[in-house]
């Protein structure tokens, strides 16, 4: 069975109603970039009851959200591949449509962990809010379980790994100028088939098929391309 990898970014859960990124005037749901989602906004300038609030309301919103069909069409090529996926997404939606291997480059909404433990220390927290006093068992206060700007990404390797070892690799909902994906491209193997689906023009050194769809209908496209050639 051939390896697939699908590296997706926020383009792909935008058709649920998700904004996971920033949009072009800086913000972030009306809030500014530096102020949720960097880690001296948390460790070094205090807004830490802000940037609890502002995550909360992510969850929220993700509760709320449903799977879209890019999202399912991803899943059902499990059917046919041995599918990674490599989000930049921190909502759960590859999961709930389906996905069963998924690495989070950018951390998880419905996890958590404490201030100052290890990354790989998170625990499960559903769609539940986190508070200014709400405490680990060992009383260290919980924070959301995001890689933030200023912080190292942990699962960068492993994504890397995948995609070395991809004999198809699918990029959907980021452009090749958005990183951490811009970078994991140029691990593909020779004879890799690099497939991007993204409705604009995109340029690249890396050589792609490029599906010039959003994510729900260029997903649909290339499934049926990709069934037809095994």
């Given at each position: 069975m051939e390896k697939l990898v699908v590296l997706s970014g926020a383009g792909i859960s935008a058709e649920s109603g998700i904004k996971t990124f920033r949009d072009s005037d800086g913000l972030w749901e009306n809030y500014p970039v530096e102020e949720v989602a960097t880690a001296d906004s948390w460790y070094s300038y205090g807004r830490k009851a802000l940037m609890l609030d502002f995550y909360n309301q992510r969850r929220r919103q993700l509760r709320d959200a449903a799977p879209n069909l890019a999202h399912k069409t991803v899943a059902d090529l499990?059917?046919?591949?041995d599918?990674?996926?490599?989000?930049?997404?921190?909502?759960?939606?590859?999961?709930?449509?389906g996905s069963t291997n998924v690495i989070h480059l950018h951390g998880e909404l419905t996890k958590a962990r404490g201030e100052y433990s290890d990354y790989y220390t998170a625990q499960d927290i559903g769609y539940q809010d986190i508070l200014i006093g709400s405490k680990t068992a060992?009383?260290?206060q919980l924070r959301p379980h995001i890689v933030w700007f200023g912080e190292?990404?942990?699962?960068?390797?492993?994504?890397?790994?995948?995609?070395?070892n991809a004999d198809i690799l699918v990029i959907v909902g980021t452009s090749l100028a958005v990183y951490p994906a811009?970078?994991?491209?140029h691990y593909t193997k020779t004879g890799c088939r690099v497939y991007l689906i993204d409705p604009k023009d995109v340029s690249s050194s890396v050589r792609f098929t490029h599906?010039?769809?959003?994510?729900?209908?260029?997903?649909?496209?290339?499934?049926?391309?990709?069934?037809?050639t095994i």
């Open positions: 499990e059917k046919y591949f599918v990674t996926v490599a989000t930049q997404n921190i909502d759960n939606l590859h999961e709930r449509a060992k009383g260290e190292a990404v942990p699962e960068l390797d492993k994504a890397a790994r995948a995609v070395g811009a970078g994991l491209v599906i010039k769809e959003k994510a729900t209908v260029g997903m649909q496209q290339l499934r049926n391309q990709l069934i037809k």
